[in-house]
């Protein structure tokens, strides 16, 4: 039986994690940490442009869109929130990546063949 979580797979005979799936999901983590930050920042400027003057932002004028600081503060306190509350509620994994394409593929086979033509 295979999980979803494919690091949860990594057992010994004796029934404990191996190290190697540790090593690996200090690796994910110390990834995580550091792309969060342009991933939120990518996001950020998304809604910038979709919320708040969005040709001169989407220029890379953002800066001017941000300058106040507590418009900055609070998109980027919703952006985190909108990300961890669902973090913390979901514990399998496995779920989530089969949302994940089931939206995917619905999008590939129903909504790309009709783009394209």
């Known amino acids: 039986d295979t999980e979803g979580n494919v690091l949860n797979n990594f057992l010994s005979f004796d029934g404990e994690t191996k190290n190697a799936a540790n090593v690996a999901r200090g690796l994910l983590c110390t990834t ?6 342009m991933d939120s920042f990518v996001c950020r400027h998304v809604l ?6 969005g040709r001169r932002a ?3 004028d953002d800066a ?3 300058a106040r600081r507590d418009r900055r503060v609070a998109m980027t306190m919703v ?6 509350i669902p973090a913390l509620m979901v514990d399998n994994v496995g779920s ?3 949302i994940t394409g ?5 999008c590939l086979s129903y909504i790309g063949p009709g783009l394209i033509y």
């Not at 952006?79 to 961890?84: E, N, R």
Request: hydrophobic share 60%.
């Open 32 to 37: 995580m940490f550091f792309v969060y930050p």
């Open 48 to 53: 910038v442009v979709l919320f708040f003057r």
């Open 102 to 106: 089931t939206i995917a593929g619905s």
């Open 96 to 98: 989530v990546l089969a």
């Open 58 to 60: 989407h220029e890379g």
């Open 64 to 66: 001017a869109v941000l």
């Open 79 to 84: 952006i985190y929130l909108s990300s961890l």
